[in-house]
């Protein structure tokens, strides 16, 4: 393919990209106890609306990501940012758990084109020995997008009304769309890989992950993202309580997570560099940290504040560490089969019927009981997905 971009400008786009997607999902976690007060809703029923946004999220990946290989990712990328744009405009205008449902829920469709289409236009342009770097900048992108949305938007509207965290990001989602547009006319006479996107190209697809075995995979992402997810929505919140202040007041509380998780994702780098790219050993080191951490949660029971505080921020670390590994740097190396939004349609699409199961289930756990119930069920999934892990290794075929 001929290669009209710079390959390390075309990854500081994706990343600049990818951190202004993120401000645009967690926009509604950093939204929540305004929203909670200002529209007298319950934990409950922020809950669902938050499952039903990562269900559409999961299903559209499975099916975005098998349309991602079959057509231009620039066109791609430039429909989907017009797509959630548009929805959080409407968001900041919806006045209802009915309108915020709908719109929400609707975001997570758009949003499931992203990391697809941008993990595949990366894996054009980057060989297999700079695949960890990649993942780590791509993943480097979530953290700064919590950092920007909880640290930046949360304290300048902490007193502003709840639409604001809606509308603030979508504006500069339009700067972004204007930049995109650019590389799309740039990029018009770019010759582009494509598969055929159709019944017998799908069971062909199908086929192929079937073959792999690459199933095992798909249930090890459901398992580490019931995890991650529920920390990423509630985590700062449980943080703030624990605490004693208010959540969008304290700086600290707003990045703690976001920077582990920046650290978390460095420390998968450095670990899988180290063991020459043996992604299941990786994971398995990753699941057991994630795993000690999530017991002694349960166990202590808050008897020690920053103990505490420190085993909520050590376990997101570990998931997103896990998660640069699982939809990142493995499915880089499908480039050669030109299924790299498939692979990671797929893999995304189990993960976030996990979050989706996750955002509910917390939900009535905080509503009717105590958040550490939340660290046996971190434990009983990250135990279940160490143990795929250890099946995965021996009959999973990779690449």
Known sequence: MQKQHSPYALLALCVL???????????????????????????????????????????????????????????FIVFALVGTVSLNLLVSGASSMGGLLVFWC?????????????????????????????????????????????????????????????????????????????????????????????????????????AKKLYYVCLICLCMSFVKESISVWGPTIIARLMGVRLNSSTLILCIIPVGNLCGTFFAKCLIDRLRGNEFKTLSLLFCAIAVGAGLLYVCKEQILLFTVLLIVEVSAMCMGCNSILLSYIPLSYAKYNLVSTIVGVFDFSSYVGASLSSVLVGRVLTGGHWTDMALLWLISISLALGLCAVAKKKTSLY
């Open 106 to 210: 609707m975001n997570g469709y758009f949003q499931s084109i992203f990391w697809a289409c941008l993990t595949r236009i990366l894996a054009l342009y980057f060989p297999k020995e700079k695949h960890s770097t990649v993942a780590l900048a791509m993943s480097a992108s979530m953290a700064g997008g919590f950092i920007i949305t909880w640290a930046g938007l949360g304290h300048l509207l902490q007193k502003a009304a709840w639409n604001r965290f809606f509308l603030v990001p979508a504006l500069w989602g339009l700067v972004m769309l204007g930049v995109w547009l650019v590389v799309l006319y740039r990029s018009r006479t770019l010759e582009i890989p494509k598969s055929v996107f159709s019944p017998e190209g799908l069971r062909k697809s199908v086929g192929f992950i079937r």
């Open 17 to 75: 990209t990818y951190t202004t997607v993120y401000m645009l999902r967690v926009n509604y976690s950093a939204a929540l106890p305004a929203i909670q007060s200002q529209l007298l809703l319950t934990e409950e029923q922020l809950g669902l609306v938050g499952g039903a946004f990562f269900m559409t999220y999961a299903l559209g990946q499975l099916v975005n990501g098998f349309i991602s290989d079959a057509v231009s990712p620039f066109k």
